[in-house]
């Protein structure tokens, strides 16, 4: 009898960048809980540019390649040298992320039989009409999809087809990291620049359009009409910079609303942040909310997506429908010291109980060795 250890099941995840959005960074989150004596994990990116996420991932024993691809046509057309890197490295299985890669690894799966599994972030009405069709056309070229929430997975159903191979792992959020750190929120505020004393409403995102973080200000404006206490944080950057810098300036908030840019350690902000508040037209199942949900800060928010799946509304937070997302200032002027704590232990605990980082890893891990018939 012999007494050695089976071979680890090598995983490929193939996708478009390794910048700061939400899918990116779940990459590192998650490879912190998967079993490493279990699985090997392989990380294939096309934008050399958007990278931040290589060195949390290589950190973790992930190995990281760049197949320089400046557009997505370009993307699609390495798919002889990502054929050739599942030889070399004996891949068992591929996990796409977004519809690029998506499309790429489904053209794999085609040509070489490798198992594919993809996870979607998006409700596929939401996408360009172009990547619309490619998935409606590409998508049971793969072995199973996963959607982050039921209204993705329901989205999927209704506009690709009732039996397409879905299953639905809901985002998850390490618990042990996003703690707030209660007894240093003072020194945290004087470091970056938050005035003490103050409600502070914050938000971390990608500065796209569907965030709509013209009307968080907007919003932001109207309830400090009411309350001069409040003082609002906007993290990240993007697209739409300029944008929201001029209307920022147009609100008169430039004394009001800090802008930091991107930032490495959000856990510091979300300790600072009394309120979370996100004005999404559609989302998935956002991280940042997850996050700010665990980090014990009151949640105020529009409904989009798979927020709706999170948060219980007046239990775990406060929602709106997504068109009525103006009233989100009446919940902000609402919102009292003793609530802004209740709602938060609230949200802390919905994390625990469902989006937790062990939960959706063991729900991977069951799926990979499922799909790689190893199980």
Same mark, same amino acid.
């Given at each position: 009898?012999?007494?050695?250890?089976?071979?680890?099941?090598?995983?490929?995840?193939?996708?478009?960048?390794?910048?700061?959005?939400?899918?990116?960074?779940?990459?590192?989150?998650?490879?912190?809980?998967?079993?490493?004596?279990?699985?090997?994990?392989?990380?294939?990116?096309?934008?050399?540019?958007?990278?931040?996420?290589?060195?949390?991932?290589?950190?973790?024993?992930?190995?990281?390649?760049?197949?320089?691809?400046?557009?997505?046509?370009?993307?699609?057309?390495?798919?002889?040298?990502?054929?050739?890197?599942?030889?070399?490295?004996?891949?068992?299985?591929?996990?796409?992320?977004?519809?690029?890669?998506?499309?790429?690894?489904?053209?794999?799966?085609?040509?070489?039989?490798?198992?594919?599994?993809?996870?979607?972030?998006?409700?596929?009405?939401?996408?360009?009409?172009?990547?619309?069709?490619?998935?409606?056309?590409?998508?049971?070229?793969?072995?199973?999809?996963?959607?982050?929430? !039921?209204? &993705? %997975?329901?989205?999927?159903?209704?506009? @690709?087809?009732?039996? /397409?191979? +879905?299953?639905?792992? *809901?985002?998850?959020?390490?618990?042990?990291?996003?703690?707030?750190?209660?007894?240093?929120?003072?020194?945290?505020?004087?470091?970056?620049?938050?005035?003490?004393?103050?409600?502070?409403?914050?938000?971390?995102?990608?500065?796209?359009?569907?965030?709509?973080?013209?009307?968080?200000?907007?919003?932001?404006?109207?309830?400090?009409?009411?309350?001069?206490?409040?003082?609002?944080?906007?993290?990240?950057?993007?697209?739409?910079?300029?944008?929201?810098?001029?209307?920022?300036?147009?609100?008169?908030?430039?004394?009001?609303?800090?802008?930091?840019?991107?930032?490495? !350690?959000? &856990? %510091?902000?979300?300790?600072?942040?009394? @309120?979370?508040?996100? /004005?999404? +037209?559609?989302?998935? *199942?956002?991280?940042?909310?997850?996050?700010?949900?665990?980090?014990?800060?009151?949640?105020?928010?529009?409904?989009?997506?798979?927020?709706?799946?999170?948060?219980?509304?007046?239990?775990?937070?406060?929602?709106?429908?997504?068109?009525?997302?103006?009233?989100?200032?009446?919940?902000?002027?609402?919102?009292?010291?003793?609530?802004?704590?209740?709602?938060?232990?609230?949200?802390?605990?919905?994390?625990?109980?469902?989006?937790?980082?062990?939960?959706?890893?063991?729900?991977?891990?069951?799926?990979?060795?499922?799909?790689?018939?190893?199980?």
């Amino acid at each position: 009898m012999t007494n050695e250890k089976p071979a680890k099941l090598r995983v490929l995840h193939i996708i478009k960048s390794l910048g700061r959005g939400g899918a990116e960074m779940l990459l590192p989150e998650t490879l912190v809980f998967h079993d490493k004596e279990r699985f090997e994990f392989h990380y294939i990116y096309f934008l050399p540019w958007k990278d931040q996420m290589v060195e949390a991932i290589q950190h973790e024993g992930g190995k990281v390649t760049c197949f320089n691809a400046s557009n997505n046509i370009k993307i699609i057309l390495q798919i002889l040298r990502v054929i050739k890197y599942i030889h070399v490295n004996n891949i068992d299985i591929i996990h796409a992320h977004l519809p690029w890669a998506g499309f790429l690894a489904r053209f794999v799966h085609k040509f070489h039989g490798i198992p594919v599994i993809y996870t979607e972030h998006n409700k596929q009405e939401r996408y360009h009409k172009l990547t619309f069709m490619l998935n409606k056309l590409t998508f049971r070229w793969q072995d199973l999809a996963i959607s982050v929430s !039921n209204d &993705v %997975e329901q989205s999927i159903l209704a506009n @690709i087809g009732k039996k /397409t191979k +879905v299953k639905t792992i *809901l985002n998850g959020v390490n618990l042990h990291k996003f703690e707030r750190q209660k007894t240093a929120v003072d020194a945290l505020k004087t470091q970056l620049g938050v005035p003490q004393n103050t409600i502070v409403i914050g938000t971390v995102a990608v500065f796209r359009f569907q965030k709509r973080l013209k009307e968080w200000m907007q919003v932001f404006k109207a309830a400090s009409k009411n309350n001069p206490t409040l003082f609002g944080v906007i993290v990240g950057d993007g697209p739409l910079k300029g944008d929201l810098l001029a209307e920022r300036k147009r609100l008169g908030l430039e004394e009001k609303i800090l802008m930091p840019g991107l930032q490495t !350690n959000t &856990v %510091e902000w979300f300790s600072v942040f009394d @309120i979370f508040m996100m /004005t999404s +037209v559609f989302e998935g *199942l956002p991280i940042a909310l997850l996050e700010a949900m665990s980090m014990r800060c009151a949640i105020v928010t529009t409904s989009a997506g798979g927020i709706k799946e999170a948060i219980e509304h007046e239990k775990s937070g406060l929602m709106v429908e997504v068109d009525k997302w103006p009233d989100l200032s009446q919940h902000l002027n609402n919102l009292k010291t003793n609530h802004l704590e209740s709602y938060g232990i609230a949200a802390r605990k919905r994390v625990i109980e469902k989006f937790s980082m062990d939960i959706m890893v063991n729900e991977l891990e069951k799926v990979y060795l499922s799909i790689s018939g190893k199980i």
